[in-house]
Each structure stands twice: as C-alpha cells, then as structure tokens.
C-alpha cells in the first residue's frame, strides 16, 4: 500500500470523507479511489473504506449509495469475517451525516482531501523513482504515479473521453463479467461460463499433460476479454509464457513465433486495442509466497489504477508458507492463502497441481490424485483434470474432468479433445480463434 501510517484527519472531517464515498460515485472517482482504508481511524470508517473498494472491484466504479455498501458488511458478518458491532457502527456513522444540519459540501472535502491524497502518491512516486534509478531501472512506473496523482481531485466529466484505442481499456474496466471463460468450450458450457469472480479454480495433471498450457489459455482468454491480466510464472521463462500468449491470441505457430517471425508482432499490434492490459512476471520458486504474489497484484493496481480482473499462478505447488515445515500443511496454508487473495480482490485466480502419478487412458486423474496435500482440492472452488490418452505427441487427446465445482455441477468428464499446442492452447479454442482472426 501507499503509505500506511494514518492520515490524521479531524474525526468530524473524516466522517464526512467516508460518507462520501459510500454514497457519490462522483467524489469515489476524483479522490475516494486513492484513499487507502488503513489511513483512516474510524474501525467502522475503515471496513466501510473497504467496503468500497471491493464493490470497485466487482463493478469497476464507486458504490454510490449507502445500501451496497452496507448490504456488503452485512455479508461479511454472516460469513464471520467482521463482528456485529462493526454493522451497527457504520450505519451510526453513516446516519450521523445524514442527520447533521450543518453539513460539508462535497466539494469541500475534495478540495481539502484530494492534495493530501496526491502528496502521499506523489511521495509513493519518489520513493518508486529512487529504487528504480539506484537499480538503473524503468523509470515509467514513477512517471505513471505521478501522472495518477495529479489526477486526484479532478472530475473525470472536466475534458471527455477521447475516441482512441486507450480509451477502451476505460469501457473494459466499467464491464462487470460474473464469470470468465476457460477457452474450452464444452467446458465453459457445462461450467454455465466458465469460473465465478472471486474463486479459484485448479487444474491437475501429470508431468507434460498440458498443465501450464490450460493456464496459458486461460491468460489468453482473459487477455481477449478485455480484463486486466497477470500471470505469475515459478517453473517456465517469461519469454516462452509470452510467446504462448502470443501464439494463442494471433493464431500464428508457437513455432514461428519463438523463430522471430516478424508477422506476430504486427498482428499483435493490430489486436492491441482489444487486449487488456497483461503482465507476466517470473517469480522464484520455493522462495515465493502467496502473500509476495498478492503484493505484486495489489503493486499494479496501484501503478494502472484500475483492479486487476485474473490472477494465473503457473503453479501454486512451487510457491512456499512461511513457517511450515510439512510439505502437506504448507500447501493448504499456500492455497488458503491464493484463495483469500482472490476472493477478497474479486480476481478470477487460476493454478496448476502436480498429480501424484501420470495416468493414461481409461485410467481417469480425480482429486484424490493430487500430490502432496488433499487439503489443496479441499480449499479450491473449482477442480479439474487433465488426462491424456496413449498415442503419440502429435496426435494425443485430453479429457477434461470437473472433479469439483463448488458453484454448480461436477463428477463430469468432458471429450477428449485434440491436442491444440502449435498455437499456445491445450485444446482447440472457437473463442480465441475468433479473436485472432478479428470475427
């Protein structure tokens, strides 16, 4: 975060502030969205603080009243994740604005809180541009947060929308998608679309089953949807996840592209307005944990501002939990904690598991062949596996089986499918080759 430390603010000043971004959309966009929850000193202004943050993250956009904001707590509560207490000290709170006969304008507290708001970011900046600089890093992401800061405060109705390609990454990010498609289609069919928002799903298989090309497919997918995308590689380079993610959005060889043929990146260029923004990181493993990845997502939020839509671990087994030392435990509290992650984010979180031995044919992979822990199929919303069929590499089928499925159906098996793996995909995709081929 920007700055934990709290803001310092009057108690009767921060009142209003939350009462502001509870109930205007427009106050949310000129400087609630850069107001971290932790700076304030209300518990109850704090979780209504970030309340709205996560109805951001859902609806790309501020709450705009009262009753979302507090229907919000209210689930939280049910699900035991805050006290009753906290409910009722937030509508107080709410209602004490609402009832004060001498209140602030909302353009009063703009104009006070947005150049607190943008000092800190600017601050944030600096400290961002002296890392980078010592490191002879990119200094983008500092000028990117300094641009973002002088942005606080001012009305986004002030000078328009341009009609430009850039300008569609702020329709993607006001879209609000309940589910993302997997790319297989029998698969998003029978899932009613593909993985809720805020779940993670998982994909088991054996050493070369088409584990990190399912996640790579699944990037890709999310990528052509116009989401925000980042994908956290522990096993292969980022150039060869790129390339696939490359090979699956353009429909041009993986082959050609890893020969540097100069048609992928012209076709890419030509599908760049549609792609949402992605990135691919290389993480070490087994020294990476899944509060080190959490951080990362919650970094590019920062530095894009706009939420993050997918989060893909290529995979999840290789990452560590501080302070266990069973590789059993480890993996429930490293799953645990991606699942968490996902739902307290609204991110669609895909990862991978190794099987705990490589079955063929008839022979159909299920949760119990998970490696390591069961507590890793026990913690995840969705569960797949892969199984390939015994024939040879240019010609070998996968079945896909939904082992669980936490928000429908499961114990269904799907295809087989041929093999997709020229163009980046596990299986062949009709949605990322329309995509591709600008259908």
Known sequence: MVG?????????????????????ESFFARAGHALEPDTLQAEAGIWLARACKHIQLDTGRGPGGSVV?????????????????????????????????????????????????????????????????GQHGDLNKAMRLIEDANKIGISKQSSGLKLEAAALSEISALRHLDKLPTGVDDLDYYLDGGLPRGSLGVVIGGSGDGKS?????????????????????????????????????????????LSGSPIAADRLKNL???????????FTAKATTAQDIMSWVDEVQRLDNRSVDCLVVDYADK?????????????????????????????????????????????RLDQ????????????????????????????????????????????????????????????????????????
């Not at 934990?4 to 205007?24: A, N, T």
């Not at 480890?330 to 991110?347: A, D, I, P, Q, T």
């Not at 390939?388 to 082992?403: L, M, S």
């Open 213 to 257: 090309m399912y996640l790579t497919q699944v990037a890709a997918m999310a990528a052509a949807q116009g989401c925000s995308t980042l994908y956290a590689t522990l096993e292969l380079p980022e150039p060869v996840v790129l390339a696939r993610m490359t090979a699956s959005l353009t429909q041009i060889p993986l082959h050609k592209i």
């Open 69 to 133: 904001v507090l229907q919000r707590l209210q689930r939280w509560c049910g699900e035991g994740k805050i006290k009753r207490g906290i409910v009722v000290d937030a509508l107080d709170l709410l209602e004490a604005s609402e009832d004060d006969t001498n209140p602030i304008s909302e353009e009063a507290v703009v104009s006070e809180i947005a150049p607190i708001l943008k000092r800190r970011k600017q601050q944030f900046a600096l400290k961002i541009a002296l890392t980078e600089f």
């Open 4 to 24: 934990q430390d709290k803001l310092g603010l009057d108690p009767k000043f921060e009142q209003w502030v939350i009462f502001y971004m509870v109930s205007s």
């Open 272 to 282: 760049a307005h549609k792609i949402g923004p992605t990135r691919i990181r290389e």
């Open 319 to 363: 990452l560590a939990a501080a302070g266990e030392r069973s590789d059993y435990s480890e993996m429930g509290k490293v799953y645990e904690s991606l699942r968490v992650g996902c739902h307290e984010r609204g991110l669609w979180g895909w990862t991978a598991s190794q099987a705990t031995r490589k079955k063929m044919g008839t022979k």
């Open 368 to 439: 119990d062949d998970v490696a390591d822990s069961m507590h890793k199929v026990r913690v995840a919303d969705l569960v797949v596996t892969l199984t390939v069929t015994e024939t040879p590499e240019a010609e070998r089928e996968v079945e896909i089986f939904v082992a669980k499925n936490r928000h429908g159906a499961s114990r269904k098996a799907l295809g087989p499918f041929k093999t997709d793996f020229a163009f980046g995909r596990l299986t062949n995709s009709t949605q990322l080759i329309n995509f591709g081929s600008g259908q």
